[in-house]
């Protein structure tokens, strides 16, 4: 254990006097003609770090400004804006990189000493590091959403497949963004990870539930129940618009628009009414109405199924249909039976439906009846008088 622990010593004071010497002279990297320069101004540290950050700005915005130019005219001709949006993100790093490369210079232009010098710079080369692994994380949203509009040669790539890939990107970009901000800090990553499994076992045990909402996000993305955009309803009685599918819980947008936020894990063991499967989106609304017994049938239900197709969110394929369902205690029960495009129509398309009935009725002369009971005297008592 001893020796194990005095390689892994070793190997750390190797990684940190190999980021010492790549962080030494920064300067080595400029050209000559701009070393003549910094040498005429090194007796001025405060000057030459002012001069070193104003100049390191200007070339960095003028460079972004290139960037954006040079391939935004590039990208203007096609008909989509994903590239747009992709040259906009990546436009950042290009920033990024100049000015904190400048930040380093002028740090060295200070003339601290070596600790305090090697220091500074691992700090600003890390917010580098992060804001590099910000750009990623954007860019590869971007990259999937379009990915996924171009079914012909990625169709793995899809709306439900997406957050999947997204989780994995997203794990593998901080990943790999943590392994070189320890690379900088001139520690060996191989001891860290043979750590990270001992601690991954005490945080497995510690964070289960999260672990298992977790696993159930890629159970649900890889058997489907539902994608974004369908309407589910679940057995305690929620309905929503699916809006995401994340690492811990799905979101739903109910019609009042308040938005749930389920745990995946009872998400995964819940039982789901998904309003848009099937074969279609479309969806089936019933609107019963009862007739007087009195009415004549045939033109209760012409009327009926004149309104169905009279009404403009009502399907036309598949046809409305007008069924008799029941003899009620005071009417007759007629059911409309019609198609929807989306199912967040259904309670505007029932309210329209609903009022039309109404009023229809009263124009021909249907009665809706009540309930009501009819009281028959057979006999008046006699008046003995």
Not at 17 to 23: D, G
Not at 270 to 299: F, H, M, Q
Request: hydrophobic letters at 45%; a negative charge.
């Amino acid at each position: 254990m001893a020796e194990q622990t005095t390689a892994t010593e070793q190997a750390e004071n190797t990684d940190s006097q190999v980021a010492e010497q790549m962080f030494s002279d920064i300067k080595s990297w400029l050209p000559d003609f701009i070393l003549n320069y910094w040498e005429q101004l090194q007796t001025h540290p405060w000057i030459l770090m002012l001069v070193v950050l104003a100049t390191g700005y200007i070339i960095a915005k003028v460079s972004q400004w290139l960037f954006k130019t040079v391939w935004g005219s590039l990208t203007a001709k096609t008909e989509n804006d994903f590239d747009d949006r992709i040259i906009a993100v990546l436009s950042k790093p290009v920033f990024s990189v100049i000015f904190y490369g400048a930040m380093a210079l002028a740090v060295e232009a200070l003339q601290l000493s070596s600790s305090t010098d090697t220091t500074l710079k691992r700090v600003i080369f890390s917010l580098l590091i992060i804001a590099l692994i910000v750009t990623a994380w954007k860019g590869s949203k971007v990259i999937l959403e379009a990915l996924s509009h171009n079914r012909k040669y990625f169709k793995f790539v899809e709306e439900r497949t997406i957050p999947v890939l997204n989780i994995m990107t997203q794990i593998l970009v901080i990943g790999l963004g943590s392994y070189f901000l320890i690379l900088l800090w001139g520690k060996d990553p191989t001891a860290w990870l043979a750590s990270a499994g001992v601690i991954g076992i005490a945080i497995g045990f510690a964070a289960k539930d999260t672990l298992a909402n977790l696993f159930a996000g890629f159970f649900i993305v890889a058997d489907a129940p539902y994608k974004l955009g369908d309407y589910i309803v679940l057995d305690t009685g929620e309905r929503g618009m699916v809006t995401h599918v994340g690492i811990r819980s799905t979101r739903l947008l109910t019609r009042d628009d308040v938005e749930v936020t389920i745990p995946n894990s009872v998400m995964g063991n819940a039982k789901i009414v998904n309003e848009s499967g099937g074969p279609w989106v479309k969806t089936r609304i019933r609107v019963a109405v009862g007739v007087s017994y009195d009415s004549d049938l045939d033109k209760v239900c012409a009327v009926l199924e004149d309104i169905a197709n009279q009404s403009e969110h009502v399907c036309k394929d598949p046809v409305p249909r007008v069924r008799a369902k029941l003899f009620n205690g005071s009417s007759i029960d007629f059911q409309i039976q019609a198609w929807i495009d989306r199912p967040e129509l259904r309670g505007r398309v029932i309210h329209n439906l609903i009022l039309t009935i109404h009023q229809r009725f009263k124009d021909e002369g249907i009665e809706i009846p009540y309930s009501k009971q009819d009281l028959y005297i057979k006999e008046l008592p006699k008046n003995d008088d």
